[in-house]
Nanobody
Framework: QVQLVESGGGLVQAGGSLRLSCAAS????????MKWFRQALGKEREFVAA????????YYANSVKGRFTISRDNAKNTVYLQMNSLKPEDTAVYYC?????????????WGQGTQVTVSS
C-alpha cells in the first residue's frame, strides 16, 4: 500500500480556482490508478475524478466535467486536481485514493482529506 497526503484545500470565492495535490510515499505509485472523492457535510462520499496508471486516461463525474482536471506526475509520486469555476456546492472534504482498477473499483489506500470551502 501507499500512504497518501492531500494538500491545497482552503477557502475560495465562487468562480475561483484551487489546485489540490496528493503526495504518495513508496516506489509503486505508478502502479496505481488514482482517484479523487469528496464528502460534503451530512452527505455520502462521492466520486469526483480518476486517472489511470500512465496518466493517459481520465474519467470525471458529470458534476465536475469541464471544470476539474485530474493529472499525475509519476516522477514526483503526486496526483493533482485542478478545480476551476468553483461553486458553493463543491464545498466538501476532498480525498485522494489509490487502487488497482480504472475508472471504477475499490481503493486500497486513502488520504486524510483536505477541506475545500467555496463561498457564494
Amino acid at each position: 500500500q501507499v500512504q497518501l497526503v492531500e494538500s491545497g484545500g482552503g477557502l475560495v470565492q465562487a468562480g475561483g480556482s484551487l489546485r489540490l495535490s496528493c503526495a504518495a510515499s513508496g516506489r509503486t505509485f505508478s502502479s496505481y490508478a488514482m482517484k479523487w472523492f469528496r464528502q460534503a457535510l451530512g452527505k455520502e462520499r462521492e466520486f469526483v475524478a480518476a486517472i489511470n496508471r500512465s496518466g493517459g486516461g481520465t474519467y470525471y463525474a458529470n458534476s465536475v466535467k469541464g471544470r476539474f482536471t485530474i493529472s499525475r506526475d509519476n516522477a514526483k509520486n503526486t496526483v493533482y486536481l485542478q478545480m476551476n469555476s468553483l461553486k458553493p456546492e463543491d464545498t466538501a472534504v476532498y480525498y485522494c485514493a489509490a487502487g488497482q482498477s480504472f475508472p471504477g473499483g475499490s481503493s486500497d489506500s486513502w488520504g486524510q482529506g483536505t477541506q475545500v470551502t467555496v463561498s457564494s
